[in-house]
């Protein structure tokens, strides 16, 4: 896979340690209208919905095994990166609140973008350890809060999220 710089929506460029793919694959793992059921019912259009959420799921997986390959054996200019990091979690995460905490019987595929998606912010934070907690102090609350609210729905998640960063 060929490292090259990755240009980010905001016009910033990340470090030129991260593949190439990371800022697409941010791009597609972002949810829109159709993306998921509503929580209350069924989707305009389930065809959509299917491949909408498979093309999310599929992109954070992606990203996934990006990140955690780039933690076994992370290199000091991409840890020096911590801007790049910042933007990767804030990526994910704006993701997965667009995502949402209501997952109902029958939206499966919201609770496979929270599984992925903590494992692509572990993967993220293990690279940055340290440096991204001064950028982050004010998304604490919604990893606690997430925690404490999915802690009956899935034991796994919530003890992925105790992982220290």
Avoid: Y
């Avoid at 990140?67 to 290199?75: G, N, Q, Y």
Wanted: proline fraction near 5%.
């Amino acid at each position: 896979m060929a490292l090259d710089d990755v240009l980010i929506s905001n016009g910033a460029t990340t470090a030129s340690h991260l593949p190439a793919l990371v800022e697409p694959l941010i791009s597609l793992i972002q949810p829109v209208r159709l993306s998921f059921p509503p929580a209350a019912g069924q989707s305009s259009h389930p065809p959509t919905t299917s491949v909408l959420s498979a093309i999310h799921v599929s992109a954070l997986e992606c990203l996934n095994n990006i990140f955690l390959a780039l933690s076994t054996s992370p290199t000091s200019g991409l840890a020096a990166a911590s801007a790049s990091g910042k933007q990767i979690w804030d990526g994910v995460w704006a993701a997965l609140g667009s995502v949402g905490m209501e997952i109902a019987r029958g939206q499966e595929r919201k609770q496979e973008m929270w599984e992925i998606g903590v494992g692509v912010l572990w993967g993220v934070g293990n690279i940055w350890k340290g440096s991204l907690v001064s950028l982050l102090i004010g998304q604490s609350f919604v990893v606690e809060s997430w925690s404490g609210a999915q802690r009956r729905a899935s034991p796994a998640i919530d003890s992925a999220l105790q992982l220290e960063f």
